[in-house]
């Protein structure tokens, strides 16, 4: 099968990429400069490097942004969209987020179904932003639940980034019910992400946002003081959400379904004592094991039963995710 895969260069999208070039796909991704495309075909070597190339999507807010990458020869019979801005420095929430994320999936939702009519199934890539209710927890969170946001509230920089993948996906789900296209949606609802950095990542600062933390801690900048977990308390490792993505393209009962993908509770703290145990020669970098944990007494649980019974995820430890985190940013040679 063939693949176009929007925003190549984002961390998740790396292993998305890393798993379907695995599993023998052809795959296309979208991204916003030649250097960028370059750079990610320049990863891969042999056969592999031959179902991998790029195209260039400058904007992806402007109409018919993708009308020319959802034409391909063979044509796509599946398209995954990641791209979405991820940062934590908001401005414009408008321009920087809501725009991007929202006009950016309605844009590409109606090329495929004005250009690409082969494609049978669209995965998202939505977020647990769009599932959770910071203001009001539930005791238990699953697929049923939305996260309640008003447009005024979206306005907010603070709530840019959660809006922007709340209305993403809704405005997703509709365009699937009013325009009734030839292809049918999955959303991969994912939590916080730890992993192994992407290969052609060229700076720690460019690291993608959710890995923060592991590397504020590498670095020492939580020596003197244990940074709060709050507002995130669920992970999840990369390679289980682009294991996610994958098995939604192709699992016939994944269409129509949103997907809740989060492996398990962690704090700041914990993330600590992985590395401590795990990289010794880190210890002095890190606050003392004395540290009180800023875990909460009480935090939301979550049922990814869904996620592991129709997409068949196995989740990685927590351990594991954050060794092999750590391992990463030691391996890229970037640290210092
Ligand atoms: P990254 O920042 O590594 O990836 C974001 C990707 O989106 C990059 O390819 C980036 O391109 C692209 N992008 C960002 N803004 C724009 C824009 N305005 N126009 C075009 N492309 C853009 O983060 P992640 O890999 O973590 O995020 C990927 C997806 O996963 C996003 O949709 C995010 O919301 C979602 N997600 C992430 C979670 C996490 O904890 N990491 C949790 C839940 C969902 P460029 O390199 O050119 O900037």
Do not use: C
């Not at 063939?2 to 379907?20: C, E």
């Not at 494609?119 to 209710?133: G, H, K, M, P, Q």
């Not at 682009?242 to 939604?248: D, E, K, Y």
């Amino acid at each position: 099968g063939k693949v176009l895969l929007t925003g190549g260069s984002g961390f998740i999208a790396s292993h998305i990429l890393d798993q379907l070039v695995d599993q023998g796909f052809n795959v296309v991704v979208t991204v916003r400069s030649e250097e960028k495309g370059q750079r990610i075909v320049d990863t891969y070597q042999g056969a592999a490097k031959e179902n991998v190339s790029y195209v260039v999507v400058e904007d992806i807010t402007k109409e018919g942004a993708f009308d020319a990458a959802v034409k391909s020869q063979p044509p796509f019979d599946y398209v995954i969209h990641t791209a979405s801005p991820y940062h934590l420095n908001p401005q414009d929430p408008v321009k920087d987020f809501l725009d991007p994320a929202i006009k950016g999936t309605t844009g590409i939702l109606h090329s495929i179904n004005a250009h690409a009519p082969t494609v049978n199934r669209v995965v998202f890539t939505s977020s647990s932003a769009a599932i959770l209710n910071p203001k009001q927890h539930a005791d238990v969170y699953d697929e049923t639940h939305w996260a309640p946001m008003t447009w005024d509230e979206a306005l907010q920089p603070t709530n840019a980034y959660r809006a922007s993948k709340i209305y993403a996906e809704q405005a997703a789900w509709k365009f699937v019910e009013v325009e009734q296209p030839g292809f049918d949606l999955a959303t991969i609802n994912n939590t916080y992400t730890f992993g192994p950095l992407q290969r052609h990542l060229s700076r720690l600062e460019a690291m993608n946002a959710s890995n923060h933390r592991i590397r504020d801690l590498v670095q020492g900048k939580m020596k003197e003081a244990l940074q709060p977990t709050a507002p995130v308390f669920t992970f999840v490792d990369v390679r289980d959400v682009a294991f996610a993505h994958v098995r939604a393209l192709t699992v016939p009962e994944a269409g129509g379904s949103r997907f809740y993908v989060v492996g398990g509770h962690f704090s700041n703290k914990k993330i600590a004592d992985v590395i401590r145990d795990a990289f010794p020669q880190l210890a002095d970098r890190l606050p003392p094991r004395d540290a009180p944990d800023d875990f909460p007494e009480k935090v939301y649980r979550f049922d990814n039963a869904k996620s592991r019974e129709v997409l068949g995820l196995e989740y990685t430890s927590f351990e594991k995710s954050v060794r092999d985190t750590v391992q990463s940013i030691l391996d890229s040679g970037l640290l210092g």
